[in-house]
């Protein structure tokens, strides 16, 4: 298992249960208490999480993460939401695309389609994108954040010169009460423009956001017209959702 591929496992262990012990970790990742112990400090130096005698408990695990870190949690899961929102994609679309890892597998999904243009404001999915054969790519400027999206006024305002067929947009949260929401209120007022520029609305995220609320609203729910997720929410959860009138698709 690579380095990132632990880390990332603890950081889920931490999550599920609040803390980890060094002795289990070991077993459970088949390494040694040493590197079991390197990458607990790795991770407490980036304030992941706290060191504590034997082990770790969670300190900032629910906020934004690293995009390398992020970019290996609940990777399978990732890789199935990015086809099932693929196959949404009829030939021809004009597409928007927010950022994410979740939506960095929707790109990846669309290697062999032709004949669709991909509006994004992601830097890792335009160079997921450059170059590819029958896909036209336009790439909205804006500020860079360090989760590789360019958001902020510029974004909004090239994006307002575009008219989409569908948005693909990636959340941190998602409840009833509080609708989409992710960490950035900047990255929020692009995303809800990539919304209102569509004419169908799509949310990709794995399970783990749902039910969750983070700092800034990007929109209700009653402006969402799909959520494509993964099985791992509860049946309560998703009922909630599609009583908002959001239709849900699992995989």
Request: aromatic share 2%; hydrophobic share 45%; glycine share 10%.
């Amino acid at each position: 298992m690579r380095k990132a591929e632990r880390l990332s496992a603890i950081l889920d262990r931490v999550s599920d249960g609040g803390s980890v012990d060094v002795i289990e970790l070991a077993a459970a990742l088949g390494v040694s208490g040493a590197t079991v112990r390197r990458d607990l400090q790795t991770l407490s130096t980036n304030g992941l999480l706290v060191r504590t005698h034997g082990g770790a408990v969670a300190n900032q695990v629910g906020d934004e993460l690293p995009v390398r870190v992020k970019a290996t949690r609940r990777h399978g899961d990732k890789r199935r939401i990015g086809a099932a929102a693929a196959a949404l994609i009829h030939d021809g679309a004009i597409v928007g695309m927010t950022g994410g890892s979740t939506a960095l597998e929707l790109a990846r999904a669309l290697n062999e389609r032709r004949g669709i243009t991909v509006v994004t404001n992601a830097l890792d999915i335009a160079v997921e994108l450059a170059g590819r054969n029958g896909i036209r790519l336009v790439v909205i400027g804006g500020i860079v954040r360090h989760s590789l999206e360019l958001v902020g006024p510029a974004a909004e305002s090239m994006l307002s010169n575009y008219h989409l067929d569908m948005a693909f947009i990636g959340v941190d949260g998602l409840s009833i009460e509080d609708g989409c929401t992710t960490y950035d209120e900047m990255e929020a007022q692009t995303d809800l423009a990539f919304l209102r520029r569509s004419r169908r609305s799509i949310v990709i995220a794995d399970s783990s956001k749902i039910g969750r609320v983070t700092f800034a609203r990007i929109s209700a729910l009653s402006e969402v017209d799909d959520l494509v997720t993964d099985r791992g929410a509860t049946p309560e959860d998703l009922e909630a959702v599609r009583s908002a009138g959001v239709h849900v698709v699992t995989v």
